[in-house]
Structure formats: structure tokens, C-alpha cells
T-cell receptor, first 111, second 117 residues
Framework: EAGVAQSPRYKIIEKRQSVAFWCNPI?????LYWYQQILGQGPKLLIQ????????DSQLPKDRFSAERLKGVDSTLKIQPAKLEDSAVYLC?????????FGPGTRLTVL | AQKITQTQPGMFVQEKEAVTLDCTYD???????LFWYKQPSSGEMIFLIY??????QNATEGRYSLNFQKARKSANLVISASQLGDSAMYFC??????????????FGAGTRLAVHP
């Protein structure tokens, strides 16, 4: 069974630019999550989808971050415009039951 | 409010020995799940083991076991027979309203484990 796929793996941008990350969950997993992991900290949930509906986006900075999962499968997370403090690893995870399985992450550096 | 505390920023262990990584949690919920993940330097979070709050037996998965002490609100991870490949960050996490429900997973700050030959 293929795991959670994410791309790109690394991205370097300048502040005020925009960036998008892509995630393809494990086949059959209805729940998809985006996490932000700042260096030296544990992951923090940004947004959670159940199929193509949003379950929790309470910690998503909606003035600059957006996410969608239009067909209930893959998802994109966008940052526009990026700030220096957005430098982090962005992890996508999916679940069918109660255990989340994570992708390899995208390491974003904002200069 | 739910909270996970991992008090050991870093741990060292000799290869083939056992090591315990500490995790304490705080919740007012009666139903919750506790999880451990491993994060190697490559960055991917690897699921290791989980324990439900109503599970009477401590969870085990190969060389990993979870020492669950409900009254003390602790869920320590025990790794037996450490291997060099166990060197990584280890995160404890909790989800309230588990199993089922859509509550988010809350992570601790992590413990960095270094296994020495």
C-alpha cells in the first residue's frame, strides 16, 4: 500500500511570494490533515478535512493560508503572501480509523 | 485543556539496552487515545504505537511498549534492545474523544534519542 505522497519536498521562496503544497493521501482514507512543524516543536494542526468538507481549521491563519480538497482525495495548501515565520515543515497526514499516517513533509524556507 | 508534556529534550542509550521516554498528559476527557511517533532526520513521522484510555493492557508492538499509568496520567514509551536506527526524535501525542470523533491530535515537544554503539 502506497503511503501519503507530498510534493515538493523542499521549497525556498522570498517573503511576500506565494507557494503551494500538494498532498495525495493513502487510498481510501477519508480524513486528511495539514500540520505545520516549526523547528524544535511538535506538529501543530492547521486544517482537517473529512472527505471534501472542513472539520477543523481553527488554527489556520486564514488571512494568508488556504487549503482545499475538492474531490475528496488529494489536497493543496497555499500560502499567500509568505512571511519569514512561515518557515517550517508542512506535513500532510491521512487516516481511515483513528491512527494518522504522515507523508514525508515539505520543508519551506522563507528568505 | 488537553496538553502533552515531554520533559526530556534529549536522551542517550547504549546499543542493545532498553530506554524509557517519558510522556505525561492532561485532559478532562474520559475517552482519549495516546500515540507515539518517531521522526528520523528525513522528516517523516512514523507511527509506532497507541493506547486507548479504556485499554486495560499496556500496548506492545515489537520492540516498543507503552507503559500506561492512568492515575498518574503518564504514557511512557519503552524501547527494548535499542538499535542505531532508533536514533530520532520521538513525539507523544493525544486525541480526546478517541476512538471515533474528529478531535485533533495534540503533540508534545519531543525527545531526541541518540543510540551509541
Amino acid at each position: 500500500e502506497a503511503g501519503v505522497a507530498q510534493s515538493p519536498r523542499y521549497k525556498i521562496i522570498e517573503k511576500r511570494q506565494s507557494v503551494a503544497f500538494w498532498c495525495n493521501p493513502i487510498s481510501g482514507h477519508a480524513t486528511l490533515y495539514w500540520y505545520q512543524q516549526i523547528l524544535g516543536q511538535g506538529p501543530k494542526l492547521l486544517i482537517q478535512f473529512q472527505n471534501n468538507g472542513v472539520v477543523d481549521d481553527s488554527q489556520l491563519p486564514k488571512d494568508r493560508f488556504s487549503a482545499e480538497r475538492l474531490k475528496g482525495v488529494d489536497s493543496t495548501l497555499k500560502i499567500q503572501p509568505a512571511k519569514l515565520e512561515d518557515s517550517a515543515v508542512y506535513l500532510c497526514a491521512s487516516s481511515k480509523g483513528s491512527v494518522e499516517f504522515f507523508g514525508p513533509g515539505t520543508r519551506l524556507t522563507v528568505l | 485543556a488537553q496538553k502533552i508534556t515531554q520533559t526530556q529534550p534529549g536522551m542517550f542509550v547504549q546499543e542493545k539496552e532498553a530506554v524509557t521516554l517519558d510522556c505525561t498528559y492532561d485532559t478532562s476527557d474520559q475517552s482519549y487515545g495516546l500515540f507515539w511517533y518517531k521522526q528520523p532526520s528525513s522528516g517523516e513521522m512514523i507511527f509506532l504505537i497507541y493506547q486507548g484510555s479504556y485499554d486495560e493492557q499496556n500496548a506492545t508492538e515489537g520492540r516498543y511498549s507503552l507503559n500506561f499509568q492512568k492515575a498518574r496520567k503518564s504514557a511512557n514509551l519503552v524501547i527494548s534492545a535499542s538499535q542505531l536506527g532508533d536514533s530520532a526524535m520521538y513525539f507523544c501525542a493525544m486525541r480526546e474523544g478517541w476512538p471515533g470523533g474528529y478531535n485533533k491530535l495534540i503533540f508534545g515537544a519531543g525527545t531526541r534519542l541518540a543510540v551509541h554503539p
